[in-house]
């Protein structure tokens, strides 16, 4: 299980880091195996911070992040390479994932140096043809080629059978499908939901609130660094309870119904603007939104 | 006829030969229209749309005509373009966050722009503030340099001062794609709103998002790998589509409300062909599920209900 417990993050801006910026503020939240968690918020709310934190690329300023009971912070050595096995992140641009003069069986070849040594060749060709089928990606157009040869979805691809090399047991995947074409976008995300059905927890950061409705179990709404409304996805969506949640499902675009009338202004009520962070009620079994 | 545009072909040169990235387009956009243009990434809708405002030196025009309220444009006359751009067709760049010139005051910048076009700033200017306020800026905007707005803010003092001289086509590309959704709303309405204010008679909006052109085009075109393969009013293109691509391309959306368990999705296989070396007859062949000996021939793009164009053959 991976847990949140009031999570902030201060980044120190400026000359000299002289001025501080809030990014995230008391977050608290879990993922459960076998459960898609999908954390909405427009730019410059803080979630790819939260994804950062989670993957300790970024340290936490306050709360704590822990993982089946120990705090991500404390790890050393080891102990870290012992949790990147089992957590990892995919991120948006995967044409700037990759190295570009390297191969892809390069990228590969750095994993099993780091992690799988020990194994003989025979079964890590094998290891890399299961994660590769995972993905369904045919090894004969992939392997052996430049990143520049394959497409976005097929990279995007690539990098989750690079995660899934490592046996992980949770995933954060953040933005992983806004660079795609439409047309390929929705077989990535449907990956997901294959994986999710084979215990994997994935944490999907996203802007786009029909895609996190399509894949995710339950859904958060983050507002400038705070939590404003946590729920199963069905409830969050067909009774939002925060007027920013209300605010932005009706500015998303349908295909099919048109917005309704009325020009829209984004409510101005910043919740935590000033160091309070708001309480999040429970409205409905499970669903809980800032008051 | 506002805008008309005959069988419009341009290609890249490049060392390895001509990439054909728009290959041989033909439409129309009436007066106070705002037409769609769809398609996936690399499909020419940029190019498309750039070729009719300005095209860069590696591009070239190999046939076709493009006319503006009866007067034939000269595309490839970048100099003779010149008396055109701005007053008769204007553009609101892809990355208009990045259109403002950061030296420059907004208010500077517009005079100098003005100036450039023969227009006494001072004659504008009410009019200027008028826009703004209708965007809900307001004219301390001008004393400010672009690095004080944010994105929302400039977007929409780009889209003002694009459409201040009243221009006959404007041309969005992909002015939606890196907003927050409810900027984007804003941002959409807006268009809409100038267009009825008769600020710009014709629009054309390019995007990849189906959604948002639902939203505000009264028609749209989808492109394919250089191609058209259809155009008809939104409604239908949403509802009814006919060429095989957009059937595939709108099912693979998902909408608030599908969700994984309950309704999979699936995404059209494969990707687009190369347009160095395109393939011949229709260049959607490999990825249809209805490809037909057929297809080997390409498929014109004909007109088969009044107002709705296809190009396929299973639809003639």
């Known amino acids: 299980m991976l847990t949140l417990e009031q999570v902030t993050k ?12 809030t990014a995230v503020r008391g977050v608290s939240f879990e993922v459960k195996p076998g459960e898609v968690v ?16 989670i993957l300790r690329l970024t340290p936490v300023t306050e709360g704590s992040i822990t993982f089946d009971g120990v705090d991500v912070a404390d790890l050393k050595r080891r102990r870290v390479k012992g949790y ?36 003989s060749s025979a079964d890590w060709q094998r290891k890399l043809q299961a994660s590769l089928q995972d993905v369904s990606l045919e090894p004969a157009h992939v392997l052996n080629k430049y990143p520049h040869q394959l497409s976005g979805g097929q990279l995007q691809r690539l990098l989750i059978a690079r995660a899934l090399l490592l046996d992980i047991k949770y995933l954060v995947a953040d933005e992983i499908i806004s660079m795609l074409d439409a047309s390929t976008r929705i077989d990535v995300l449907n990956l997901l939901g294959e994986l999710k059905a084979r215990g994997l927890g994935v944490l999907f950061i996203t802007h786009d609130l029909s895609l996190g409705h399509y894949i995710s179990d339950t859904t958060m709404i983050l507002r400038k660094g705070v939590l404003v409304e946590r729920g199963p996805t069905e409830r969050v969506f067909a009774n939002p309870r925060h007027p920013y949640t209300q605010m932005l499902l009706d500015s998303v675009p349908q295909l099919h119904t048109k917005w309704s009338g009325g020009r829209s202004a984004p409510a101005d009520t910043a919740e935590g603007e000033n160091g309070v962070v708001p309480e999040l009620v429970e409205v409905e079994p499970g669903h809980f939104a800032a008051s | 006829m506002s805008v008309q545009v005959d069988n419009l072909r341009v290609y890249y040169r490049t060392l390895r030969g001509d990439v054909q990235a728009v290959d041989g387009v033909s439409f129309a956009i009436a007066d106070g229209e705002i037409m769609g243009l769809a398609g996936e990434s690399g499909c020419g809708k940029t190019t498309l749309g750039k070729s009719l405002i300005r095209m860069d030196a590696r591009m070239r025009r190999v046939e076709g005509r493009v006319a503006l309220d009866h007067v034939e444009l000269p595309l490839d006359d970048t100099r003779a373009m010149n008396k055109h751009r701005f007053k008769d067709i204007s553009l609101v760049p892809q990355y208009a966050m990045s259109a403002l010139t950061p030296t420059r005051k907004v208010g500077k910048l517009i005079e100098e722009l003005l100036e450039s076009r023969g227009v006494g700033f001072a004659t504008v200017r009410p009019e200027l503030e008028r826009r703004l306020s209708l965007v809900g800026l307001s004219r301390d905007v001008l004393s400010m340099y672009p690095i004080e707005l944010s994105g929302g803010m400039k977007q929409r003092t780009v889209m003002v001062l694009s459409t201040l001289l009243n221009p006959a086509l404007l041309i969005a590309d992909e002015i939606t794609s890196a907003l927050d959704v409810s900027t984007q709303k804003a941002v959409a309405e807006t268009l809409v709103e100038f267009r009825d204010r008769g600020y710009v008679k014709s629009m054309m909006v390019i995007t990849h998002d189906l959604a948002i052109l639902y939203q505000v085009a009264d028609s749209i075109l989808v492109m394919y790998a250089g191609k058209l393969a259809e155009k008809a009013p939104a409604e239908v293109i949403i509802r009814s589509p006919l060429h095989p691509y957009t059937q595939l391309l709108i099912s693979s959306l998902p909408e608030v409300g599908v969700t994984y368990e309950e309704q999979r999705l699936t ?36 007109e088969v209900e009044p107002g709705h164009h296809v190009a396929c053959w299973k639809v003639l």
């Not at chain 1, 201060?10 to 910026?21: A, D, E, H, N, S």
């Not at chain 1, 999908?38 to 934190?53: A, D, N, P």
């Not at chain 2, 347009?275 to 021939?297: N, Q, S, W, Y």
């Open chain 1, 38 to 53: 999908s954390l909405i918020g427009e730019s410059g709310s803080g979630k790819s911070t939260v994804g950062r934190m």
């Open chain 1, 10 to 21: 201060v980044y120190k801006v400026g000359t000299f880091g002289g001025k501080r910026l």
């Open chain 2, 267 to 302: 995404g059209i296989p494969g990707r687009p062909p190369p347009l160095l070396d395109p393939p011949t007859g229709c260049r959607f062949r490999d990825r249809c599920p209805l490809a037909f000996d057929k297809c080997v021939e390409e498929p014109p793009f004909v």
């Open chain 1, 84 to 119: 990147y096995r089992e957590v990892q992140g995919v991120f948006q641009d995967p044409f700037s994932s990759y190295n570009p003069i390297f191969k892809v069986d390069r990228v590969f070849g750095m994993i099993r140096s780091a992690y799988f040594p020990e194994l």
